[in-house]
């Protein structure tokens, strides 16, 4: 089945033919899966890494049965449960003009052909449908920073949110207790120069080892999944 065969109006296949070709760039330049969801109706497609530039996104084939618990190890389902309640909780915790912009990430544990990996699975959403819910998700999947599961944060509007497994509620995060320290900040600022590791290490006179160490902990501190974030985040929240 294609997403032609889904018998959408005009408007909504318009809508969905900008979300898939946004999807298709940002699919040729990160190293990540790259998914658009629907997540009302349990649709989705995956991007291909290599899309071709005159491809027809209303051609790409659309999957259904969208179930990620199948993807998740048996230890981590209950964590992921509780994911599913915290974004369900949002809704109620967030102004609805803010919602629909709202940036999620989560680390959980996938298992695909016998091999176990940490994730992290970052869903941004693309559309809303005429009443201002979520209709369509840019989901992105790549290896997580985090050294376990569960790591649950919220971007929206300036805010950054983290959920408390314990009281089941979402917590406005200081941004005090996410500042970067110099050495932190330094490495971000080279590696937006386009600097590699190796370069970066000889700058700051310092070993390869702790450069990754500074950008595993500027992943962390932020949520974020790459460089390219990273630095948008810190600019944003004037951590540099």
């Known amino acids: 089945m294609t997403i032609n065969d889904l018998g959408l109006n005009k408007q909504q296949s318009e809508i969905i033919r900008s979300a898939l070709q946004t999807a298709v760039s940002f699919a040729r330049v990160v190293p990540n899966k790259v998914y658009v969801c629907d997540v009302q109706h349990s649709l989705f497609v995956q991007i291909p890494s290599m899309a071709d530039a005159s491809l027809d996104v209303l051609s ?14 048996e230890e981590d389902r209950p964590l992921y449960k509780e994911i599913e309640a915290g974004v369900l ?12 912009s709202a940036i999620i990430s989560y680390s959980i544990r996938s298992i695909r052909d016998g091999i176990t990996d940490l994730l992290t ?3 941004t959403p693309l559309a809303l449908d005429d009443k201002g819910r979520v209709w369509l998700v840019l989901s992105l999947l790549s290896p997580s920073v985090d050294k376990k599961p569960g790591r649950f ?16 509620e979402w917590n406005n995060v200081r941004m005090k207790d996410y500042q970067l320290s110099a050495n932190e900040r330094q490495m971000l600022v080279y590696s937006a120069r386009g600097h590699t590791l190796e370069e970066i290490s000889v700058l700051m006179h310092r070993s390869v080892d702790t ?3 500074y950008r595993r902990r500027i ?3 932020l949520g974020a999944n790459n460089i390219t974030e990273a630095y ?4 944003k929240y004037k951590l540099l």
Do not use: W
């Not at 790409?60 to 990620?68: A, C, G, I, P, R």
């Not at 909780?89 to 629909?100: A, C, F, H, I």
């Open 60 to 73: 790409m084939s659309v999957l259904s049965n969208l179930n990620t618990m199948d993807m998740v190890i």
């Open 89 to 100: 909780k949002l809704q109620t915790t967030l102004p609805r003009e803010v919602s629909g």
């Open 121 to 123: 699975h970052t869903a």
């Open 153 to 168: 944060i919220c971007r929206a509007d300036g805010m950054l949110l983290e959920y408390d497994y314990v009281q089941h």
């Open 211 to 213: 450069i990754k160490l």
């Open 219 to 221: 992943f962390n501190k």
């Open 232 to 235: 948008a985040y810190a600019l």
